[in-house]
């Protein structure tokens, strides 16, 4: 009997999880597994705004792919996805070609700029490892030069985040903990930092309770924030942006602009001939393609309707990490001959909104909202459960958040 080859491709919340499962549950005598992902490491998104703003350094936030998937089970490729072939069930990368007969699709995201003139030459967005890396050193040396410049350069220390979604707000929130720091180190007086978040709806956080978005707001205010709500980002340059609100334009001035407002789905994805909604692929309920009996997406690159609001569910990691155990499990059930595949159901069991070291927000179970210190170790507590559900006790003691207080 041929064992059939699966490949997953990218390896992030939903594809290394989907690996993990995997090995777990299918024998190398049941299958050939492949894992490809372009670095020898998976990275933790929602912690990438920390590595921004310089508050976490981002070894925490990456873990090696040796340390939890077994090579003896798992064949792992480190090399870049060019394009998939489903008609002839190819993957193509940078070094070689692979072929499949269940593919797993977890690429990930890609930041969505909305057209927006001069985003993509002048602002900095949170997309990976490096670019968290980048956004933290081009903040911190604007604020040496500040002092090295003969004439007063406002633009250095004026910080611009677009967008108040859960992205942009985290991120202004570790921002707003990092300047007094920063402003120690570099001799900066905190007076004269400006640090501004920029959103074209009418509220941070849209969709999240207006009790806790108030709270946020608040305890954000209170460091610092600027709030620039029902204001659009009409143009980014070398300068920094132009905004309008109420058909007025005005021009802010800073060289530390971050685009956290939007994301989409692995270009590859509809470039390689796939249906998508967006940069997403509609799944249908087992988490196949529409047109493909042997294509699973998983995480940013699925799309999922919430029956309830007819919108789609938020592509977060929680969902990323159920699908893996839907996808395993129907991956399982396809190479041992059984058609009959689980229906995926998300099981939203909260969202919580970090707001820096020992703050937070979130609505958990069964809408009981937490502010403060108890929402924050919430957050950590959610954290921690994924690191012990993809590498155990080991994992969770070495990257984990295990000082729930600070």
């Known amino acids: 009997m041929n064992r059939p080859n699966i490949v997953i491709v990218g390896a992030g919340y939903g594809g290394i999880m989907t690996a993990v499962n995997l090995q777990k549950q299918v024998s190398p005598e049941e299958a050939n ?133 859960f992205t942009g707000i985290e991120f202004v929130a570790e921002v707003a903990n990092r300047i007094p720091e920063l402003c120690q180190e570099y001799d900066v007086p905190r007076e004269k930092v400006r640090l501004l978040n920029v959103e074209g709806g009418p509220t941070a956080l849209a969709g999240f309770d207006p009790e806790l978005v108030e709270y946020a707001m608040n305890r954000l205010e209170e460091k610092g924030v600027e709030f620039r709500l029902g204001t659009m980002i009409k143009k980014c340059n070398e300068e920094g942006i132009i905004v309008e609100k109420d058909e007025e334009q005005e021009e802010i001035k800073s060289k530390n602009v971050i685009w956290a407002a939007g994301v989409t789905g692995n270009s590859i994805v509809q470039e390689s001939g796939f249906e998508v909604n967006r940069g997403r692929v509609p799944v249908r309920d087992d988490l196949r ?23 789609p569910y938020p592509p977060t990691a929680q969902i990323a990490i159920q699908m893996a155990d839907t996808t395993a499990h129907n991956l399982k059930q396809l190479i041992n001959g059984n058609d009959k595949l689980e229906s995926f159901q998300p099981n939203i069991q909260g969202t919580v909104a970090s707001l820096g070291y020992t ?30 559900k993809l590498g155990g006790v080991g994992l969770l003691l070495k990257k984990g958040k295990l000082d729930m207080y600070h």
């Open 33 to 165: 597994i492949t894992l490809v992902n372009k670095n020898d490491y998976h990275y933790q998104t929602t912690w990438l705004h920390e590595n921004a703003a310089g508050t976490l350094h981002h070894d925490r936030t990456r873990i090696a792919i040796k340390d939890v998937v077994d090579f003896n089970k798992i064949n792992f490729v480190q090399d870049t996805v060019e394009s998939i072939d489903p008609k002839s069930k190819t993957v193509k990368l940078e070094d070689g070609e692979l072929s499949y007969d269940y593919l797993v699709i977890g690429l990930g995201f890609e930041s969505a700029t909305f057209g927006i003139e001069g985003l993509e030459e002048y602002a900095y967005s949170i997309q990976n490892i490096n670019s968290a890396r980048l956004i933290r050193d081009h903040i911190e040396y604007n604020f040496a030069q500040y002092n090295l410049e003969k004439e007063e350069r406002q633009d250095l220390i004026t910080i611009v985040v677009g967008g108040a979604g």
């Open 359 to 388: 703050d937070a927000i979130g609505v958990v179970f069964d809408d009981t909202k937490l502010y403060g210190r108890s929402a924050s170790i919430m957050k950590k507590a959610i954290d921690n459960r994924y690191l012990l």
């Open 289 to 311: 393609t529409p047109d493909y009996d042997d294509v699973f997406v998983v995480g940013d690159c699925a799309v999922i309707m919430n029956p309830d609001s007819e919108r």
